[in-house]
C-alpha cells in the first residue's frame, strides 16, 4: 500500500536503472573507484554535482549487485551502505526524524537510533532497487538560486515505463562537504512522513511514550503496509 509504494518509488527516483554484471576481479576494482568517487562526489563544487556522481555510482553497484544481491544479501547491503555514506547525512535526517523527542534522548540513544536509521534506510532501498529493470533519469537545471550557499535542492526526472516521476532533493553543505538531508517524491516529504511514524509511535498507546521502547522497535514501526 502507501508505504510499500514510497520504498519502491524513493528508491527509483534517486538511483535510476539496473543492467547486467560483471566479473569479480571488475568488481573488486570498481568498489574501489566508486568509493573515491562517492568521497569526492560530497565535495563537489555544486549540490547538483554531487547528486549525478552519487547516482552514477549507485547505478553501477546495483548492476554489479544483479549477480549475487539474491543469494548475499548482507554484502550488498553492506556494499550499498559504503556508497550512501559519504553523500547522506544520516546523523541529521535521523535526528530530524526524532523531532521534538530528540531532546529527551541521551547521547547514546541519538546515535543508536541514527545507526538503525540508516540501516533501515539502506536496506529499504536496496531491496526495492532490485525491483525493476530499466529507467532515464536526469537532474534539471537549477530554476532558483538558494539564498543559503549552504542549501541547495536539486530537482530530478525519472521516467519509467514511460511514466515521469519528479523527485527534489535537499541538500547541505557543511564546511567543503554536501550531503543529502531529504527527499520530496511526487510532493510526498519523506522526512516528514518518517518523523509522522515516529511522532506517532511515540505518542499512541502501544509503547506509553516510551522511547527506549520505540527506538528497540522502529524496524518494526515502518513496516510496509500489508496489501
Do not use: C
Amino acid at each position: 500500500m502507501f508505504w510499500s509504494r514510497m520504498l519502491f518509488l524513493s528508491s527509483l527516483v534517486l538511483w535510476g536503472g539496473i543492467a547486467s554484471g560483471q566479473t569479480s576481479t571488475e568488481t573488486a576494482s570498481n568498489e574501489a573507484r566508486a568509493i573515491a568517487r562517492m568521497h569526492a562526489a560530497n565535495q563537489s563544487e555544486t549540490a547538483e554535482a554531487a547528486v549525478e556522481i552519487a547516482s552514477e555510482e549507485i547505478m553501477a553497484l546495483i548492476r554489479r549487485g544483479q549477480v549475487y544481491a539474491k543469494d548475499d544479501p548482507d554484502r550488498f547491503f553492506t556494499e550499498v551502505e559504503q556508497l550512501l555514506q559519504p553523500v547522506v547525512d544520516f546523523p541529521r535526517f535521523a535526528r530530524s526524524v526524532m523531532g521534538v523527542w530528540y531532546k529527551r534522548a541521551n547521547d547514546e540513544q541519538r546515535q543508536r537510533f541514527a545507526e538503525s536509521f540508516k540501516w533501515t534506510l539502506v536496506r529499504s532501498y536496496a531491496l526495492a532497487l532490485t525491483q525493476f529493470h530499466d529507467g532515464q533519469v536526469r537532474v534539471l537545471p537549477n530554476r532558483r538560486e538558494s539564498k543559503n550557499p549552504n542549501r541547495a535542492t536539486v530537482n530530478m526526472e525519472i521516467t519509467y515505463r514511460d511514466k515521469p516521476y519528479s523527485v527534489v532533493y535537499a541538500m547541505e553543505r557543511r564546511g567543503q562537504k554536501w550531503g543529502l538531508v531529504n527527499i520530496v517524491i511526487e510532493g510526498i516529504n519523506l522526512r516528514l512522513n518518517y518523523r509522522s511514524q515516529f511522532d506517532s509511535a511515540m505518542k499512541g498507546p502501544k509503547f506509553g511514550q516510551d522511547l527506549e521502547t520505540v527506538l528497540q522497535t522502529w524496524s518494526n514501526v515502518i513496516v510496509p503496509d500489508s496489501e
